[in-house]
């Protein structure tokens, strides 16, 4: 029997491209949700990778609904902390909820997700935990202060929980995604796409979500246990750190 994956924000975009790669590379996966009961009905029944939701901003429902889907599936090895939100506004007109409803979820949702995961690891001397960034982690992006600090934010945890979980046989990865051609990129007026986002790309084009989930599979593999507190870029050239 495969090992047990479980994808944050899993059910649709890139997590949803995440979930199928990791299913077909031969992992029992679990996709979290946080409120798209249809979206998340329909993946299932498409893909039979079953469903859970709560919001990873809420450490008690992340810890219940962890304990669920071990009972379900068995002891979550992989772990893709891929759940995240935007909040966007210029930082004079930004609220405190606005700010707090992104560091809740995109930077908190770690936490809230990986420490009860953790034990278990440390204990069976196995884990992958990896991080979906992003490239406004790494270079910061105007109406997104919220957004950015939370990504790099990301970046932080990764490298520090790397070194902590290095002798235990936990790797903790993270992945800067770009332009991704996501349902959300893609309802982008076409002109603003085509002529101020796009000719950013050195290759030309968005990213694909099957080329971030690939990451993620090579990531998660049992031969990568040499790389950790690591970075893969995904951007296309636009953007090197």
């Not at 884990?127 to 600090?149: C, D, H, T």
């Not at 990865?173 to 051609?181: E, F, S």
């Not at 990129?185 to 986002?197: C, G, M, Q, S, T």
Request: hydrophobic content about 40%; overall charge neutral; glycine content about 12%.
């Amino acid at each position: 029997m495969g090992r047990v994956a479980l994808v944050t924000g899993g059910s649709r975009g890139i997590g949803a491209a995440i979930s199928v790669a990791l299913k077909e590379a031969g992992y029992i996966v679990a996709a979290n949700y946080a409120g798209n009961d249809e979206a998340a009905k329909a993946f299932t029944d498409k893909t039979g990778i079953k469903t859970y939701k709560w919001s990873v901003a809420d450490y008690d429902a992340c810890t219940a609904g962890i304990r669920q889907v071990e009972s379900d599936l068995g002891p979550i090895e992989v772990l893709v902390n891929n759940a995240g939100i935007t909040r966007d506004a210029m930082f004079h007109k930004m609220s405190p909820e606005q700010w707090r409803e992104v560091i809740d979820t995109n930077l908190s949702g770690l936490f809230n997700m990986t420490h009860p995961v953790w034990p278990g690891m440390r204990e069976r001397k196995f884990g992958r935990v990896i991080n979906i960034s992003s490239i406004n982690g790494q270079k910061g992006q105007a109406g997104q202060s919220n957004y950015s600090s939370a990504k790099a934010g990301d970046l932080g945890f990764t490298k520090s929980l790397a070194q902590e979980g290095a002798r235990a046989g936990i790797t903790v990865n993270a992945i800067c995604p770009g332009y991704i051609g996501t349902e959300m990129v893609r309802a982008i007026d076409e002109k603003v796409l085509n002529e101020r986002i796009i000719p950013q790309i050195p290759v030309g084009r968005l990213g694909e979500p099957e080329e971030i989930a690939r990451a993620v599979v090579f990531l998660a593999a049992d031969d990568a246990g040499f790389v950790t507190g690591s970075t893969i870029t995904a951007n296309g050239g636009q953007y090197f750190a």
